[in-house]
């Protein structure tokens, strides 16, 4: 299979499937020509990583997973402890933005947005005051 045909069976760029290439993510095979040569093994990883990636895992994270997928004597607690450090760090994020929505809620609610010059958004980003 070509990198066209895995790109539209997987739902992902050919520039990402040449990326995990290039980190080592899958090692697709080569013609004599050169070209790339998907097996279906290789297609199963693209689209493990691409859902991987789509829950916010990293990289690093996905190459984790992909090895302990792989691994038939893995304990599931392993894959649990991946899991369940990114979802806290899903949760600190979450917590940020939310901590940033209410801080941003206040300042709109505080500024008058009329023709004055004085404006607490611009106070608040200048001085912190």
């Given at each position: 299979?070509?990198?066209g045909?895995?790109?539209?069976?997987?739902?992902?760029?050919?520039k990402?499937?040449?990326?995990?290439?290039?980190?080592?993510?899958i090692?697709?095979?080569?013609?004599?020509?050169?070209?790339?040569?998907f097996?279906?093994?290789?297609?199963?990883?693209?689209?493990?990583?691409?859902?991987?990636r789509?829950?916010g895992?990293?990289i690093?994270?996905?190459?984790?997973?992909?090895?302990?997928?792989?691994?038939?004597?893995?304990?599931?607690?392993?894959?649990?402890?991946?899991?369940?450090?990114?979802?806290?760090?899903i949760?600190?994020?979450?917590?940020?933005?939310s901590?940033m929505?209410d801080?941003?809620k206040?300042?709109?609610?505080?500024?008058?947005?009329d023709?004055?010059p004085n404006?607490?958004?611009?106070?608040?980003?200048?001085?912190?005051?």
């Amino acid at each position: 299979m070509n990198i066209g045909d895995v790109a539209a069976r997987t739902g992902l760029p050919t520039k990402t499937i040449r990326y995990y290439e290039d980190i080592g993510l899958i090692t697709p095979l080569r013609g004599e020509n050169g070209y790339r040569r998907f097996r279906e093994a290789d297609m199963h990883k693209l689209g493990f990583v691409g859902r991987a990636r789509a829950l916010g895992f990293s990289i690093e994270e996905c190459r984790d997973l992909l090895a302990l997928y792989e691994d038939e004597d893995r304990a599931s607690a392993d894959v649990r402890q991946i899991a369940i450090g990114h979802l806290e760090e899903i949760e600190r994020k979450i917590a940020a933005l939310s901590d940033m929505r209410d801080t941003l809620k206040g300042l709109v609610h505080a500024c008058a947005g009329d023709h004055r010059p004085n404006c607490p958004i611009l106070k608040e980003l200048s001085d912190g005051a």
